[in-house]
């Protein structure tokens, strides 16, 4: 990351406050990728570029006050601006968005820190996405399908993808003491209510979380477990997705895991399963470390539903 001080009274005009930190950062990625769904099968090229800016400043009573902000282009973003302001969650309010448009800056999140207290609003992190387990692993150089992330999106989580300066609204609140951490999150999409707790204990970090909604297919408990295990980092997950009987709820659960097999070089693989699957996911990659922040990235999964996907690419971090 690259930090940019300004102290400037044009920036810093406010009394009593001590000093204005903005840190810009991010990374590019580019390769490839390939898609068999059985049918038919494709090989495309993949691209993501991604600048994230976090701005803070200080009080003399040591408050932090803060904002992020992401300006993101992916090379698959719709173009379309149609369903801004649809009803996209069926709740009878209208949405800011309800497409994934990109090439500008993302709803901000706003936040205020002290010590291990922070609370947020706007774009949240959210309780559930936050929660120690739900990203065990980044396979190959797109992330593929995620099918090893067991909330399976069901609940709040930062947006990088929309095109105006506002978005969803949300307020969240976490805490952290040692070896324990909670955070409760909120928003009015859906109703939800989240929260989760973490705690570490001998290098292994256990984590439950819920949440209430007013969706059936949110959801509902998640629990996970990971650390070390001889030469692999591990984590096993898993979460309560919505009613099971109900099409497309039901239990989620992964198993993944993480080791080196160089000085520059790691493998991760996973295998998840969940009733809304059409067959059990799984798959494997590797990241090689070129220095400098750059890394040669691939992987192969098949998919929950039943899709095969290979990539291959460079990323850059910056």
Known sequence: MKKVLFATTALVATAGVAAADVTFGGYGRFGILYSDNGVTDTTNITSRFRLQIDATAESDAGVVFGARARIQQDNDDAASLDSVGTDG?????????GDR????????????????????????????EFMPGMYPIDLGLTGHSYDYTAYNFRGDAYDSDEEGAAGLNGVEVMYSAGDLSVHVSASDFNDRIAAHVAYTWNGWTFALGAQDS????????????????????VTLAYAK???DSLVGGGDHWVLAGRFDVGAATDVEVYVADADYFAETSYGVDFNH????GTSLRGGISSTGADVTLVDFGVRFNF
């Open 101 to 128: 448009t990109g090439t500008g800056i993302n709803g901000v999140r706003f936040f205020a820190r002290s010590g291990g207290l922070e609370v947020g609003v706007g774009n949240i992190f959210g309780a559930l």
């Open 289 to 292: 470390d070129l220095g400098g």
């Open 214 to 233: 007013d969706s059936a297919l949110d959801t509902e408990f998640a629990a996970s477990v990971g650390g070390s295990f001889g030469p692999a980092d």
């Open 89 to 97: 969650d069926g709740d009878g309010d209208i949405d800011y968005r």
């Open 241 to 243: 997705n919505g009613d």
